[in-house]
């Protein structure tokens, strides 16, 4: 096959001086590297796209691929991550991961947070703020960019006692992201990241233990967090609401649910990661799969696999 794989690096987005909070998301050249190495060495021809202007060029100067390796994450407005995959969806070219409704609707976590609730699955109460102002949430609240991932605008300050505390916040938060800001009841129980694969395959639930909020600083040094599978009762019931969620919100292909228990041990939906990480040695869902045994390979083969079967194609 024909595969076009569209991206974003560091290296694309650094000549626009960008802070490096604001360049957290994109991939490095070796995850490009694995990636496109793997594809080349099952027999396929990987045209190395880029990022989605690049896109719009070639799909304008009419080129077509037989399916697209999208990890696209964009860079500007509350749609970023779904520009690639809607994109793609006009021209009626095969992509691997969600769909474009799904990827617009996940980034968004208050959307997200809405839908599941509605569903019958637990996540906590949560107010969406574009300005400092009192909430009917009890203190303490955790309060995050509204629409970030890899742990942007969260870290040892996220967690407000008080309303003062949230003001700031809420006002810095604001003024860095330049979009609302999610304000939840803080959950102090154990952290979940639950790895799902294909229509539903969950590879395993992991506990993120770490003496610090688990955000963009934490994360860059992922070598001190302790990662390990956890296989006791509550960690059944965070896989089995992580589950629902995978089917309700319509993801597929690959991806993590992140969950955090409340006070009685109820895992609570945190947040929906339909685009996830794939560095071959950093990205928390990497980590998981290797945790359970599987390796970087394995898991970008059932990436593949899902997307082509979806696609009718055969891998």
Same mark, same amino acid.
């Given at each position: ?10 290296a ?22 694995a ?14 796209i ?10 304008h ?20 991550e ?10 009626q ?64 300050g996220?967690c ?56 963009f ?10 990662y390990r ?14 589950? &629902?969620?995978w089917?309700?919100?319509?993801? $597929?292909? %690959? !991806? /993590? ?6 006070? +009685?041990g =109820? ?13 071959p040695? &950093?990205s ?5 799969? $290797?945790? %359970? !045994? /599987? ?6 083969? +059932?990436? =593949? ?10 891998w």
């Open positions: 096959m024909r595969i076009g794989f569209t991206y974003d690096t560091v694309d987005w650094s000549a626009e001086n960008l802070s490096p909070e604001q360049l957290a998301e994109f991939d490095s050249v070796a995850t490009i590297d990636i496109a190495g793997f594809l080349e060495r099952r027999g396929h021809i990987v045209d190395r880029g990022r989605a202007r690049r896109l719009i060029a070639r799909l100067g009419g080129d077509r691929w037989d399916i697209v390796f999208n990890i696209c994450e964009g860079q500007y407005g509350m749609g970023r779904a520009l690639v995959s809607a994109l793609l969806e006009a021209e070219i095969p992509f691997t991961f969600s769909d474009s409704v799904t990827l617009a609707l996940t980034l968004h976590k208050a959307y997200t947070k809405r839908i599941v609730r509605d569903a019958g699955l637990p996540t906590a109460p949560f107010a969406v703020l574009d300005q400092p102002e009192a909430t009917a949430l009890t203190f303490p609240v955790f309060a995050k960019p509204v629409a970030e991932g890899t742990g942007k605008g969260i870290g040892s996220s407000c006692t008080c309303q003062a505390d949230l003001d700031r916040l809420v006002t810095d938060l604001r003024s860095r992201f330049a979009q609302p800001v999610l304000v939840e009841t803080y959950l102090p129980g154990r952290e979940f990241t639950v790895g799902i694969v294909g229509d539903g395959e969950v590879i395993g639930v992991m506990q993120i233990e770490t003496p610090d909020v688990y955000g600083d934490v994360k860059k040094h992922y070598e001190n967090v302790r599978l956890a296989d006791d009762a509550e960690a059944h019931k965070a896989g089995k609401i992580a589950l &629902d969620a089917h309700l919100l319509g993801c $597929r292909d %690959a !991806g /993590r649910v992140d969950l955090r228990s409340d006070a +009685r =109820m895992p609570m939906i945190l947040e929906v990661n339909a685009l996830p990480g794939l560095h040695v &950093d928390d869902l990497v980590i998981l799969a $290797r945790n %359970a !045994g /599987r390796d970087h390979d394995w898991l970008l083969d +059932r990436i =593949m696999r899902s997307a082509c079967t979806r696609a009718g194609l055969s």
